[in-house]
């Protein structure tokens, strides 16, 4: 009786030119998809950000008022090291981030402004897999950009964008989801891995409020080990996973 098989990632699309990646906090994507992201923008596509706080409840040492643009500054930071200049933040509380209308409307909006063919987010289930508690922010906010993607064409659903210039964008091809348990596709993660390592790292404050190992071995272990994890299933080589929804 032979053992059954587990099903290799498929490589990502690549017939695209503007991305968006909607996320709940500063450095979502950094522990997310960074090397992706670093390939993309080398390859000369456009890929912008979309964080739904400013991570101001992110840190306990720091008050909020303090908290929020130190971690908008290593945010931006971050961003800039694979490559991505537009950084936006819609302001949401920290924390208790609702999904609802106002949440959908808010990332809608910012599609549109964008008008990109792939948006990215990060785990929108309630677990890592049935092992770990995911935490509300990133629940509601995935699952509100799987629902934006399509409120973003819909002209009926949020008039007032219309109203304020944003005409309705009919033209998101996929939703990749980030850190999913149920990955489908994958990115070679090697050209990009190095500086996916630096772009974390710009989150310094907040990675030396986390743990008491050295900020380096810390980024660099927990990238290269996602990385040689999601590898196993495209071709051994490191890899970030996506699980890719059509549109």
């Not at 059954?4 to 030119?17: A, F, G, H, S, Y």
Request: glycine share 10%; charged share 25%.
């Amino acid at each position: 009786m032979t053992e059954p098989t587990t099903p290799q990632l498929r490589p990502m699309p690549e017939d695209w030119r503007r991305a968006l990646a909607v996320v709940a906090h500063p450095d979502d994507l950094e522990y997310g998809c960074a090397a992706a992201i670093a390939a993309w923008t080398d390859a000369g596509r456009e890929v912008g950000y979309v964080l739904a706080t400013r991570g101001e409840a992110g840190i306990d040492t720091l008050a909020p008022a303090e908290c929020g643009p130190l971690r908008e500054r290593e945010q931006r930071a971050s961003a800039a090291v694979v490559g991505v200049s537009s950084v936006e933040f819609l302001d949401h509380r920290d924390g208790v981030v609702e999904y609802g209308p106002a949440l959908r409307r808010d990332i809608a909006a910012a599609i549109r402004r964008h008008r990109p063919e792939l948006v990215i987010t990060l785990n929108h289930r309630d677990t890592w897999g049935g092992v770990a508690w995911n935490t509300p922010d990133h629940v509601a906010v995935g699952r509100a950009v799987l629902d934006a993607a399509g409120d973003a064409g819909n002209r009926w659903i949020f008039p007032e964008l219309e109203e304020q210039g944003l005409q309705p964008w009919n033209g998101v091809r996929w939703v990749a989801v980030a850190g999913s348990s149920s990955p489908t596709h994958a990115v070679d993660a090697s050209p990009g891995l190095e500086r996916a390592v630096a772009s974390l790292l710009e989150h310094r404050t907040y990675i030396e409020a986390l743990t008491d190992e050295s900020p380096e071995d810390y980024a660099r272990g927990f990238l290269t080990g996602t990385a040689t994890a999601a590898g196993e299933r495209f071709g051994g080589r490191p890899a970030v996973a996506f699980e890719l929804f059509d549109r």
